[in-house]
Structure formats: structure tokens, C-alpha cells
């Protein structure tokens, strides 16, 4: 079944991408007729660990189709901070696009960081994997323009990755412009690069720590599972970093029933227990050479599937606020199924296993 579980994995993600590179978030869920930047990194980065590299070649080169269509903003922005004025959250560049690379309509949480140090991440781990060292001149301008996005902008308030809170900063969000300008250095050594990311790393480190583990938003004393993003794979601290391990114990004690929640105060369809979160942390385990616990959390992922070997969002194990349930359930109907980024990581839990 494991095996099965990946092979159908790797086939639900295909049948998720569109022609022209896309990933549809969840194929079968109308609300998430859209691809975003972040969850479809890591959705093209599970191809490149299982060896299509193909596939996240066109999701890439999507990306930079739907960035060049919206440099206009990134030129604005820089011009109103050289000219001393406030940009208003429109301004920046969206979280998530059509199909055809054009923003959303709807009121959405767009002003989202994480995903554009994603994509640096991605792109320089899709050239690693793949060997296609003429990749970076297909997409060099996107990648070049989003070097200068994040070094002008890391320091905004943003929507965290829940697509929440876009008054506080979140170390998740960091993490993911961190691991993506190191990641890319590598192919582009700007000289802005080093700086920043020494300075992104010490305002985590001064902001970011509460009694020891790091915390979900500055300012706040609670963790949130994506903080495993500071370790796995951004590499902002080392997974034997004491604080990290002492934000897993902290995620393990407040945020584990068998399978990972979100965050204490979550209420999205009740505060199930989520798939892709489960598989992170185990991820982390693998990382940090507990074998044992990663199997259990890859066991709990593969009991999740249904018969169709489809994996869900989330599940309504140990929900943190059932009360919350139906509201969702009125609202969008069943959770989300499948999901391309559940299928995702446990792809990479599996391959890291091996």
C-alpha cells in the first residue's frame, strides 16, 4: 500500500498540472482553483525527488510567466520606497494566480512573501536535481527581479502562510526568504544576498525566541507547525540547533494527536489535523536521524488515504475547535481532497526515508 500510496502520489500531482506548467492546488475543490506559488514549489520540488524533473521544470516556467506579466508592480514598489511612500498591500505581487497567470479577484490574504523565496529555493534545487545548468537562462529574469523584491522587502509585515495576521512578521515566512536567496546565490552571487540573509537570520534569533523555542509571529509566545521550515529545508538553523528542538518538543506537546495541527487558536474546519504537516515533521525526524519517529508519522499519513489513494487536506482527528466544524463544512463543503502539497511531502517524507 505504502508503495502504491507514492506511485499514486506522483500520478495525482501530475493530473493536477495544467498544460502550461500550473498547479491546481486541489484539482476537485472549486475555491482552490488557483496555483500558488509556495504550496506549488514544493508540489514541483517532490517531482524533482522523484525524478520528474520534467514537471517541475514547466511549474517553474510557469512561474516566471506569471511574474513577468506583474514586473510593473515590482518597478512601482521600488519606486514609491525611493520616493519615501507607503505602499499599500495591492501593491505587492500576489500569493497565488490562474491558470493563466493573472491575479485573483476575490478578497484574499494576497500580500504573501514566503512563496517568491520559495521559487528562488525551487528553481536552485530543480537545477541541482535535475543537472539542467541552462535552466537558470530561462527564467534568470524572473529569479533576478525576485532577488530585488525580497532584499528591498523582507522587512513588511505579510500575510503568514495560513494567510493570516499581515500585521505581524513570521519567522516561517523568513525561512522561506532565507533558504531562497541562499539557495540561489549559489547561481547568482549577488552581492545584496550575504547581508541580507545575516540580517534576516539575527532579527529571528533577537525577535523570534520565547522561552527558549521560536514562536508562530513576532510578538506572539506560541508556536505553529511551519516552523519546522527553519530547519527543513531552509536551513536558517541547524535541526540539532537547541532552540529548534526545543520548538519540536513544544509542537509535539501542543500541537500533536497522532497527526500535526496548525496552531492552538486554528479554526479552519475545526482544527483538523493537517497531512503536509505531518509529513514535515516528519521530514524533520529523518533530518535529525530519528528514523523511528519519521516511519510512525509516514505511517499515520498512509492510514489517511482513502480508496482511491487520494490524501485530504486535513482530517477531523483530535479537531482543536469542533465547534468550528460545520461553519466550514456550510461554507466550502468537505475539506479539500486531494491535495497536490499533501501528496507533495509525502513524497519527500518517503524519499528521505530511504
Known sequence: MTQDLYLNSIDVIKSGQAPNGAFLASPNFSTYQYSWLRDGTFVAYSMNVAGQHEEAAQFYRWVHMAICKHLHKVENLLSKKQHGERPLHDDFLHTRYTVDGQEGVEEWGNFQLDGYGA??????????????????????????????????????PNYDCWEEHVEFMHPSTLACIYGGLKKIETWIPDVRIAPTCEAIRRYVEEHGVHDGH??????????????????????MFDVHDERMVRTVEKIERDLVTGGVHRYVEDTFYGGGAWILLTAWLG????????KARAEELAAWVERQADEDGHLPEQVTEGLLHPE????????????????LWSHAMYIVLKRNLE
Open 283 to 290: 521530514w524533520y525526524y529523518a533530518a535529525a536521524g530519528n
Open 119 to 156: 521559487y528562488l529555493w525551487g528553481v536552485g534545487e530543480h537545477i541541482e536535481r535535475s543537472g539542467n545548468f541552462a535552466f537558470l537562462g530561462e527564467v534568470r529574469q524572473s529569479v533576478e527581479a525576485m532577488i530585488t523584491y525580497l532584499v528591498e522587502f523582507w522587512q513588511e
Open 324 to 339: 468550528k466544524f460545520q461553519e466550514w463544512i456550510e461554507r466550502w463543503g468537505e475539506a479539500a481532497k486531494p491535495l
Open 214 to 235: 521560536f514562536v508562530k509571529s513576532i510578538g506572539k509566545t506560541s508556536v505553529d507547525a511551519n516552523l519546522l521550515w527553519l530547519a527543513v529545508p531552509f536551513g
